[in-house]
T-cell receptor, first 115, second 114 residues
């Protein structure tokens, strides 16, 4: 069984540019989460999809971040325009069960550097 | 609101020695608690979880953790460290009655001294 995959693994962009991160969850997992870790700090929740619907987007920093999940399969996270403080590692996770009982399986992350 | 505090951003132990990584949580409801491990260039992997069953939880690779409500703690231990245990460890909490999102601590990087 393939795990959660993320693309790209690294991205270096200039301030003001646009970047799109992609996450492919484990097949059959309805729940998809995005998290972010800014250097030296904790991993923070960004948002949660159940199938194609946004269940909770309370962690999204601002309206420069746009997440989508087409057809309830893969998800993209677009940052437009990118700012210096957006640098960090973006993790995607997926799970099958609800109510916190299901293990969240994490991808390797995308390291985003905004210069 | 929930929060997690991990004491010690870096911990070093000798190979064969006891591993103890500390985690304290704050939650207004009985929480679910998790320990994840991240090896270099890999995603986070679940070590173990507490979901209101037995307070002593055994996980993979010989790790275990004990939920102590009176101390609001969920410390991770392993009796004998192995070189392959070198990684970063994250404690996390979730609200079983609300969203499934995880709230993480800042992580502890474990170094094993040969």
């Amino acid at each position: 069984e393939a795990g959660v995959t993320q693309f790209p693994s690294h991205s270096v962009i200039e301030k003001g540019q646009t970047v799109t991160l992609r996450c492919d969850p484990i097949s059959g997992h309805d729940n998809l989460y995005w998290y972010r870790r800014v250097m030296g700090k904790e991993i923070k929740f960004l948002l949660h999809f159940v199938k194609e619907s946004k269940q909770d987007e309370s962690g999204m920093p601002n309206n420069r971040f746009l997440a989508e999940r087409t057809g309830g399969t893969y998800s993209t996270l677009k940052v437009q325009p990118a700012e210096l403080e957006d640098s960090g590692v973006y993790f995607c996770a997926s799970s099958q069960e609800r109510k916190g009982l299901g293990e969240q399986y994490f991808g390797p992350g995308t390291r985003l550097t905004v210069t | 609101a929930q929060s997690v505090t991990q004491l010690g951003s870096h911990v070093s132990v000798s190979e064969g020695a006891l591993v103890l990584l500390r985690c304290n949580y704050s939650s207004s409801v009985p929480p679910y608690l998790f320990w994840y491990v991240q090896y270099p260039n890999q995603g986070l992997q679940l070590l173990l979880k507490y979901t209101s069953a037995a307070t002593l939880v055994k996980g993979i690779n010989g790790f275990e953790a004990e939920f102590k409500k009176s101390e609001t703690s969920f410390h991770l231990t392993k009796p004998s460290a192995h070189m392959s245990d070198a990684a970063e460890y994250f404690c996390a909490v979730s609200d079983p009655f609300g969203n499934e999102k995880l709230t993480f601590g800042t992580g502890t990087r474990l170094t094993i001294i040969p």
